[in-house]
């Protein structure tokens, strides 16, 4: 009895841990130093070795918990890419920066291997899936109170000679916040749609309403891009009336002026080639190291250093700039056997989320066919930003996949 109230007390500390890395700004630092969300991590894992000292066979468990963690197909490959990661710090030019980005994705697999070995009743696998609702609320309220308020918002954009603010909520940039905001909404609306409460879903939708403003209000041409394609696919996957709620929000979002102004903005290239100067820039790296590539998180450190060797490539002010594209990110700075480990992790990820997905319906699978339909929009939104170089959603976005795993078939049954 003893043993199980520590279980469920550690249960708690985690889900609070995953709220506080979505909710709060990476800019919070305890003594101006450590972020909120590694302060918590630490203690995580400290409670979590506790717990283990305190249970009967605690480390026995634990030992052959990592057998088994390395023997799925999924851990396995991220595995291999924490490894890949590891060796290119060896041979990074900015060694410091290439080893911080490896030990960031250390710990999304310390928090995986916690949620595939400790969530594993369906009640502690819907009790993440809580977590991540709230979490969602609160940063999609916040968006919201920004641009209310006009507090907080940092970075704007040009839309017809008018500097037009964009809100970014808790997470700094709004095509972070875009990018949230979709994996979101998906998982939220297939929720709202199976409710069989009318006060939940009428709260579900409230909250899908939420994010929809934060997608519109981000100014995210990707963000945008990727909510239609969603829609599209969720219409052809699981309900064609669904395409009257596209038709419904999208006609909504074009009675604001701005929004309408910026999807004009789409096809004007004197926008989009800052994007392809960058590419370009990665093609050129990644030829010249297509093997090992340059380093963990070192593109940034060779940018400067390839638009002086390649004028052409060069724009005024960018200095250090990322690839804007999380595959040619992988490619350029782990080379050729990193691509290939990430693109089988990104394929065991999409099998599992699918496995989840076609269980009996429950809340669970209904969360997971949503999530489905959010994979594929964060497979599209990374090839136009390093979507899985943000912290507060890189974290959520793991989790989710590892508790996917471990599915405990006899809640189903």
């Given amino acids: 009895m003893r043993e199980r109230n520590y ?74 890419l924490l490894i890949i990661m590891i060796y290119s710090v060896s041979y990074s030019l900015e060694k410091t920066l290439a080893a911080g980005e490896t030990i960031r ?4 697999l310390i928090s995986g291997f916690i949620v595939v070995n400790e969530f594993k009743e369906l009640r502690e696998k ?72 009318s006060r939940k879903k009428t709260l579900y939708f409230i909250l899908n309403i939420f994010l929809a403003m934060n997608i519109a209000l981000t100014f995210s041409r990707n963000s945008w ?21 596209l038709i419904a929000g999208g006609s909504l979002s074009l009675l604001i002026p701005q929004v309408l102004d910026r999807i004009k903005q789409l096809g004007d290239m004197s926008i989009n080639a800052s994007r392809l100067y960058i590419w370009a820039t990665a093609a050129k790296m990644i030829k010249d190291y297509p093997l090992r590539g340059v380093g963990n998180g070192n593109f940034i450190s060779y940018y400067d250093i390839y638009t002086e060797r390649y004028p052409e ?30 693109a089988l992790s990104l394929l065991f990820s999409f099998i599992s989320i699918y496995s989840a997905s076609k269980l009996q319906a429950s809340r669970y699978s209904y ?41 405990p078939y006899k809640d189903f049954n």
């Fill in 105 to 108: 994705f250390f710990t999304y």
């Fill in 225 to 245: 891009i990727a909510l239609f394609i969603g829609m599209i696919v969720l219409t052809l996957l699981y309900n064609w009336k669904l395409i009257f709620v």
């Fill in 313 to 342: 490539l060069k724009m005024e002010g960018f200095t250090r700039f990322p690839t804007h594209n999380h595959y040619l990110k992988i490619q350029s700075e782990l080379g050729i056997f990193g691509s290939i480990a990430f």
């Fill in 7 to 80: 279980h469920k007390s550690f249960i708690l500390l985690f889900c609070i841990y995953f709220f506080v890395s979505m909710v709060f700004p990476n800019e919070f630092k305890l003594m101006g130093r450590v972020g909120i969300s590694e302060a918590f991590f630490a203690v995580m894992v400290l409670c979590y070795f506790i717990l283990l000292i305190l249970r009967k066979d605690g480390f026995k468990r634990f030992f052959k918990s990592i057998l088994s963690f390395l023997t799925n197909k999924l851990y396995l490959s991220l595995t291999i």
């Fill in 126 to 197: 819907e009790l993440l899936l809580n977590t991540f609702i709230a979490g969602s609320l609160i940063v999609s309220i916040m968006g919201l109170a920004q641009i209310f308020t006009g507090k907080g918002m940092t970075v704007g954009i040009i839309i017809n000679d008018v500097n037009v603010p964009r809100m970014e909520s808790t997470l700094g940039n709004p095509n972070s916040l875009g990018a949230f905001a979709v994996i979101a909404f998906f998982p939220i609306l297939m929720l709202g749609l199976h409710e069989k409460s």
């Fill in 367 to 407: 969360f997971y066919k949503g999530f489905l339909v959010s994979f594929i929009c964060f497979l599209l939104l990374n090839l136009f930003d390093n979507i899985l170089s943000i912290p507060q959603l890189t974290l959520g976005f793991w989790i989710l996949i590892f508790n996917a795993q471990n599915i």
